[in-house]
């Protein structure tokens, strides 16, 4: 799978499949300069600052993978946890907004879900720097240690314990004090800059997932159990 994508707009996006000889064509490009990557069995490729109407060449290196298991507070073996392979290279800011983006509008980092001895792993990692995220809706989130990867290496090691979390209450009321039924409550992690406005329009349904959700009953009281430790806005 080849696939050009603006650094600045991960939405303006064109995919093809490389044929039999390796060749590839992607169309309806935009007058901008795209980073063209590439992923197979074979390996991973990228070529940065590519302008439509270029010929390149992608050479793939060695695929390398990341794996690890997810475990509770107990030390058991979570199974159906979501775990996320987030990339957290910092060279360039607008990029890793555009990754932010590209992840809220359902492009950005992998995902894959634990078996039935919480095993997870991913294939055709790229290069740089990661970490990885679980979520279980049953066990809480974990968090892993920011980890390299090399061209061919495998990083198996990773082994993520979940924290239960906490929980989170309140009630929602009118200006003059009365219970609001059925309300929508989001927890949104407080973050600035873009990444925080993205952010407070995930909690507000236009994109994305809050952390956390919940609607108020009749007397106004609502909870979300399971909260990562944390700053939150609540919308």
């Known amino acids: 799978r080849v696939e050009a994508r603006l650094s600045m707009n991960p939405m303006a996006t064109s995919s093809a499949t490389s044929k039999e000889d390796g060749t590839f064509t992607l169309t309806r490009l935009l007058s901008m300069p ?9 390996g991973t490729g990228r070529v940065e600052n590519v302008m439509p109407g270029t010929t390149v060449t992608l050479r793939l290196v060695a ?5 690890g298991v997810v475990v509770d507070a107990a030390g ?23 990754f932010l983006m590209g992840n809220m509008f359902g492009r950005g980092g992998a995902s894959r879900t634990t078996d039935a001895v919480g095993f997870f792993e991913f294939r055709n990692v790229e290069p740089g720097r990661y970490v990885v995220e679980a979520k279980s809706d049953t066990a809480g989130t974990g968090t892993s240690q920011e980890f390299p990867v090399a061209a061919g290496q495998r990083v ?16 929602v009321e ?8 059925g ?11 873009l990444p925080g406005m993205m952010s407070m329009l995930a909690g507000t349904g236009i994109a994305g ?4 959700s919940a609607t108020s009953d009749n007397t106004g009281a609502f909870r979300i159990s399971r909260v990562p430790a944390g700053t939150y806005t609540v919308v």
């Open 34 to 42: 795209y980073d063209v990557t590439a992923a197979s069995d074979a």
């Open 63 to 67: 695929p390398a993978t990341v794996s």
């Open 76 to 98: 058991d073996p979570v199974v159906g946890c979501r775990a996320t392979l987030t990339k957290k290279d910092a060279s360039d800011a607008m990029r890793q907004q555009a």
């Open 156 to 171: 198996d090691n990773l082994r993520i314990v979940l924290d239960p979390g906490s929980e989170f209450s309140g009630v």
């Open 174 to 181: 009118t200006q003059r004090g009365e219970p609001v039924e």
């Open 183 to 193: 309300a929508r409550v989001s927890l949104i992690a407080a973050t600035e800059g």
């Open 209 to 212: 997932s809050a952390v956390g």
